[in-house]
């Protein structure tokens, strides 16, 4: 398998392994024990995975496999959606340029396109926007998570 594509399969599924430890702990709390227990494995698993798929152990704290380009602009690294979201926006608002003058920024793994951030900080599949499309990332629903 390419390694742009091991790359992008290993940072999902340490995504889906985060999420799936919120899920287990929040049923948990519930008390919804047999749930907990199947998040709980899907955590292990896709971590596991992830980690063959990346080549190395623990994730370190300083990695940061997101890219973010931008017509010029530096390029930023960030360690996961969020954090994209997030450096786009504070460098949205240092330049004081307006929707239609500030470009979109595109978000890669390795050299892999697997979003773009819209003016507003969402992030999207690479392409162009339709209709009824749902954002990859909404940063109006992740705030303070």
Request: proline share 6%; hydrophobic share 40%; with cysteine.
């Amino acid at each position: 398998m390419p390694a742009d594509t091991r790359a992008l399969l290993a940072v999902l599924l340490l995504d889906l392994a985060t999420e799936a430890r919120r899920r287990s702990r929040t049923s948990w709390e519930s008390r919804k024990v047999f749930v907990a227990a199947y998040w709980a494995t899907v955590a292990v698993y896709a971590g596991h995975v992830a980690r063959v798929l990346g080549g190395t152990g623990r994730r370190p704290a300083s990695r940061k496999p997101f890219r973010i380009v931008q017509n010029g602009f530096a390029e930023l690294a960030a360690t996961n959606w969020a954090e994209a979201s997030s450096l786009y926006c504070e460098r949205r608002d240092r330049s004081g340029l307006g929707a239609s003058t500030f470009p979109e920024a595109l978000l890669l793994i390795a050299e892999t396109p697997v979003g773009r951030i819209s003016y507003n900080g969402r992030i999207w599949l690479p392409g162009d926007w339709e209709p009824g499309t749902e954002p990859l990332y909404d940063n109006r629903s992740h705030v303070g998570r």
